[in-house]
């Protein structure tokens, strides 16, 4: 354990401490090191400032009337590894979007670590895939994630799938949202007069407006963006009942589809899931990856739906 280590321990110690702590104790917690060690950390500790006073024949504590905090930025190893973690994960999430703003992240955990930092193939033992992400060059990134933060009104030109076309858009931008190992533009379109979400990768034109943003509140934005499944928006018009197979329900019980969910257990084993929703588009996707193990009790256009889906797939195979 080395001295930064020691004088970050020690000071976390006695400021949750309310009773004095004993040099033996102090040995102890330092793994059995030498009195006159404990006594030069403590002293590194006042040289900062700490409040420390001891009490004859019962130890060193802090003066609780008096407020301290360590200066700069102080980090355990343990904590410096949970960094280099998020670092990682978050590289991997992102598709090298903040690149530059995690390898200065990665420089001043790097030196700071010095004889704990783990070597580079160690630190790639932790991952996190982002599957299902469908494009990692983003180039208008920069420019949404600006308007979002100030708070600025953008000029986009998309490029929408659901119809293959080109169109323009003035919009006030409200939240960037991470879904599935994408990124979406939630925002107010002033030309649909209505909220809407942007696959960020299909926006090939993004420029900042000199018009303030019209602001959403959070509740309006919850209610319309976050109250049925999926990332389609709008407000849930309908719940469907899905009925899980007991093989099936192995996982899916230890799922969350979706906050507003409710689930439970049924007599035969089978296991019951209700879902709000409003555009089943990507309901059905995900009912259709479980085939024969799920069943759409309701609602009925639902259960038609899926059917048709599952019947189309099967009749490609018909020889």
């Known amino acids: 354990?080395?001295?930064?280590?020691?004088?970050?321990?020690?000071?976390?110690?006695?400021?949750?401490?309310?009773?004095?702590?004993?040099?033996?104790?102090?040995?102890?917690?330092?793994?059995?090191?030498?009195e006159s060690t404990v006594k030069r950390t403590?002293?590194?500790?006042r040289n900062l400032g700490a409040p420390i006073y001891c009490t004859d024949g019962l130890g060193y504590s802090y003066d609780k009337h008096i407020a301290f905090e360590l200066p700069g930025v102080w980090f355990s190893p343990e904590e410096l590894h949970a960094l280099l973690t998020i670092e990682q994960l978050t590289a991997n999430l992102s598709g090298g979007l903040f690149d530059e703003s995690i390898k200065l992240i990665q420089q001043k955990a790097t030196s700071l670590l010095g004889k704990h930092m783990p070597a580079p193939s160690e630190i790639r033992r932790i991952?996190?895939?982002?599957?299902?992400s469908r494009s990692k060059i983003?180039?208008?990134?920069?420019?949404?994630?600006?308007?979002?933060?100030?708070?600025?009104?953008?000029?986009?030109?998309?490029?929408g799938r659901q119809r293959g076309e080109q169109?323009?858009?003035?919009?006030?931008?409200?939240?960037?949202?991470?879904?599935?190992?994408?990124?979406?533009?939630?925002?107010?379109?002033?030309?649909?007069?209505?909220?809407r979400s942007f696959a960020v990768e299909k926006i090939e034109q993004a420029g900042?407006?000199?018009?303030?943003?019209?602001?959403?509140?959070?509740?309006?934005?919850?209610?319309?963006?976050?109250?049925?499944?999926?990332?389609?928006?709008?407000?849930?018009?309908?719940?469907a009942v899905l009925h899980f197979t007991e093989k099936a329900a192995r996982w899916v019980a230890d799922e969350e589809w979706?906050?507003?969910?409710?689930?439970?257990?049924?007599?035969n084993g089978d296991f019951e899931l209700r879902i709000p929703y409003h555009n089943p588009t990507e309901l059905i996707m995900e009912i259709c990856r479980y085939g024969a193990d799920v069943e759409v009790i309701e609602p009925t256009e639902l259960r038609q739906q899926v059917a048709q889906k599952l019947q189309a797939a099967a009749d490609q195979y018909k020889q």
């Open 208 to 239: 900042l407006l000199d018009e303030s943003c019209k602001e959403i509140p959070d509740e309006q934005l919850n209610e319309k963006l976050m109250t049925s499944f999926g990332i389609f928006s709008g407000k849930a018009t309908a719940t």
């Open 167 to 195: 169109s323009e858009r003035t919009v006030s931008p409200q939240r960037l949202v991470f879904y599935k190992g994408n990124w979406f533009l939630d925002c107010w379109c002033h030309k649909a007069k209505a909220l």
């Open 42 to 45: 403590l002293q590194d500790l």
């Open 127 to 132: 991952r996190m895939l982002a599957t299902g």
């Open 138 to 159: 983003l180039p208008m990134f920069a420019v949404l994630t600006s308007a979002v933060l100030q708070r600025q009104r953008l000029h986009l030109l998309y490029h």
């Open 1 to 34: 354990m080395d001295k930064l280590e020691r004088a970050q321990r020690l000071h976390k110690t006695l400021n949750l401490r309310h009773t004095p702590f004993a040099m033996t104790d102090m040995q102890a917690m330092f793994d059995d090191c030498s």
């Open 258 to 267: 979706f906050p507003g969910e409710c689930g439970c257990w049924l007599e």
